[in-house]
C-alpha cells in the first residue's frame, strides 16, 4: 500500500536534500552548476573550513543525489576550462534485515555539463529461496541478484540561468539497466516470474530533475529538487523489468545544521508492475529516506541514516539502515 501518511509527514519533518552545495560569505545569488559553491561560514568573523566541498555524493544508481532520488547538480565537475573532471567513487551498503544491499558507484564529468556514471547494485536474497521452495517445490538456487546501471545525464540549465535567480539548476537524464541473474532466475522457477510480469532483464529509465537553493528562509541554504522519472522497472531492475512506462515522481530537501554536516531526506514514487504473490513477491511500495551527511574533507562525506523500502519481495522491511563513503580525486 502506498504510504501517503508517511509522505505527508516526511514533508512536515523538513526533510531534506543532502547535496547541497554551500554559499560563499556574502553571496546571495545561486551559482551556476559550471561553478562549485564553497563552504558557508554565516558569520563575518568566521572563515570557511574549505573551499570546495565534495558534493552531492552519489544515490545507488550511480547519478549525483541523495541515497535513492538523484538532484540537479552534477557530481565533481572540475574547474572551469577544465575539459574533464576528476573521477568520483562511492561505495554504500544497506541492512534491510537479511537482505542486505551493496552498490559501488563511479562518475566522471564532462565539460562541466555531462556526466556520465556507473553503478554495480547486489541485493541478498536472504530467505526467499527458502520460501520459494517451500511454496512452490522449486529451487531458485540464487542468494542474490546483480544489477548494473549506465547513467548519462546532461544538465541542461544552470542555476540562475538567464539572470534570473529564481531559475533552478535542470538535469535531464538517461539510464540503462541491465539485470544478470532474472532470466536465469525465471528459468529456474519455470516462468514465474514472467507470469507476474517480468518481462526483460533490461530497461531505460528516463528522469527530469530540478533543484533549487534558498538562501533567505533559514540561516543557512535550504535545497528543494523535485523530479519525474520515466521507468518500467520492478524493484528499481533488481527484479527484472515490464514492458510498459510508468511516470514516478521523487522528492528531497536538505539543510545544513553547520558548514559540515547536513541532515537529508527523500521521497521516492515506486511503480507497482507485478501481479503478487502473497509470502513471495509483495506490493512494491514507495521509499522514503532519513540520514545525516558529514563532509570528512575536501575530497571525502560519510553518510549514515534511516532507509524505508516498504515491501522487498516477500517481506517488509521498515527499519532499514544505511551508509555511504564517497571520494572525490
Known amino acids: 500500500m502506498k504510504k501517503t501518511a508517511t509522505v505527508t509527514l516526511l514533508l512536515l519533518a523538513g526533510l531534506i536534500l543532502m547535496t547541497v552545495p554551500a554559499v560563499a560569505e556574502g553571496q546571495s545569488q545561486p551559482v551556476g552548476q559550471d561553478e562549485k559553491l564553497p563552504c558557508v561560514s554565516h558569520k563575518p568573523e568566521e572563515k570557511p573550513e574549505c573551499a570546495a ?66 553503478a554495480f547494485n547486489n541485493l541478498q536474497l536472504g530467505d526467499l529461496r527458502r520460501d520459494i521452495r517451500r511454496k512452490t517445490g522449486l529451487d531458485a538456487d540464487y542468494s542474490h541478484v546483480q544489477l548494473h546501471h549506465f547513467n548519462l545525464r546532461v544538465n541542461l540549465v544552470p542555476e540562475g540561468a538567464f539572470e534570473q535567480t529564481w531559475m533552478p539548476a535542470v538535469t535531464a537524464g538517461i539510464h540503462f539497466k541491465y539485470n544478470k541473474h532474472v532470466d536465469s532466475l525465471n528459468h529456474r522457477l519455470g516462468g514465474v516470474l514472467h507470469m507476474i510480469g517480468v518481462d526483460d532483464n533490461s530497461g531505460v529509465d528516463y528522469t527530469l530533475v530540478a533543484t533549487k537553493m534558498i538562501t533567505d528562509l533559514l540561516p543557512r541554504p535550504l535545497l528543494l529538487t523535485a523530479g519525474v522519472r520515466r521507468t518500467k522497472a520492478c524493484h528499481i531492475g533488481l527484479l527484472g523489468f515490464s514492458n510498459h512506462y510508468s511516470t514516478q515522481a521523487e522528492l528531497s530537501f536538505a539543510q545544513f545544521i553547520t558548514d559540515r554536516l547536513m541532515l537529508v531526506g527523500e521521497y521516492r514514487s515506486k511503480p507497482d508492475k507485478l501481479d503478487e504473490m502473497p509470502g513471495l513477491v509483495e506490493e512494491e511500495d514507495d521509499w522514503w529516506t532519513l540520514a545525516f551527511c558529514y563532509i570528512l574533507n575536501n575530497s571525502s562525506t560519510l553518510s549514515f541514516g534511516y532507509f524505508n523500502p516498504g515491501a522487498v519481495l516477500n517481506e517488509d522491511v521498515n527499519n532499514g539502515w544505511a551508509c555511504r563513503l564517497m571520494y572525490e580525486f
Open 53 to 118: 566541498p565534495p558534493l552531492p555524493p552519489h544515490s545507488i544508481e550511480g547519478p549525483g543525489g541523495i541515497f535513492v532520488t538523484p538532484v540537479a547538480y552534477l557530481v565533481n565537475p572540475g574547474e572551469r576550462g577544465r575539459p574533464i573532471g576528476m573521477p568520483a567513487l562511492g561505495v554504500t551498503y544497506a541492512m534491510l534485515r537479511d537482505k542486505d544491499f551493496f552498490a559501488a558507484t563511479f562518475s566522471v564529468t564532462l565539460v562541466n555539463r555531462v556526466e556520465l556514471s556507473y
